[in-house]
């Protein structure tokens, strides 16, 4: 059953605190993104891989870090120096860089 | 980098009325797709235009790419509950980075 998961679906923090969201897909995509969604607000991109070993800072890079060193895994770490880290955090998975995303279900991050 | 602006933010129907959203760009795109998101969940991906003036149709939604490639619609023909949700477009770069718009919350009176 191919799909994109993320875990867990809700988490909560200190603030302080430095977190870690993951992401795996088994759909054999080579490019994968983060978005972080607020309430009423679109998708801004934090992070996006196009290739294992490599990523690139999206719109919204500050605070946050990435690593991509499997092609099926994504994870992103929320680090104390984001200013509001709460937030609904989506990754996705394209088969290339351009083509359909596939979304995750998504992690409600609260930091109080 | 590129923007992607998308109106209106919030639309508001009564059941069998039409509804359309609209995305613009300042810079000309390679390409557009559309997704949906329901209430608490996830994006889905609806579909993706390529050609200028393309126009294609899913049942009851017709999405159009301008002639330009700087501008989209989706509209929706006599909307029922089930469309209810957030409509978001993407629009891409020459290098394939997609950027989404601010969604435009449909919402649904029986």
């Known amino acids: 059953d191919g799909g994109i998961t993320q875990s867990p679906k809700y988490l909560f923090r200190k603030e302080g605190q430095n977190v870690t969201l993951s992401c795996e897909q088994n759909l054999n995509h080579d490019a994968m993104y983060w978005y972080r969604q607020d309430p009423g607000q679109g998708l801004r991109l934090i992070y996006y891989?196009?290739?294992?070993?490599?990523?690139q800072k999206g719109d919204i890079a500050e605070g946050y870090s990435v690593s991509r060193e499997k092609k099926e895994s994504f994870p992103l770490t929320v680090t104390s120096a984001q200013k509001n880290p709460t937030a609904f955090y989506l990754c996705a998975s394209s088969k290339v860089p351009g083509y359909e995303q596939y979304f995750g279900p998504g992690t409600r991050l609260t930091v109080t | 980098g590129q923007q992607v602006m998308q109106i209106p933010q919030y639309q508001h129907v009564q059941e069998g009325e039409d509804f359309t959203t609209y995305c613009n760009s300042s810079t000309t795109l390679s390409n557009i797709q559309w997704y949906k998101q329901r209430p608490g969940g996830h994006p889905v991906f609806l579909i993706q235009l390529v050609k200028s003036g393309e126009v294609k149709k899913q049942k009851r939604l017709t999405f159009q790419f301008g002639e330009a490639k700087k501008n989209s619609s989706l509209h929706i023909t006599a909307t029922q509950t089930t469309d209810v949700g957030t409509y978001f477009c993407a629009g891409g770069d020459n290098n394939n980075d997609m950027r989404f718009g601010a969604g435009t919350r449909l919402t649904v009176k029986p």
């Open positions: 891989s196009q290739i294992v070993n490599d990523f």
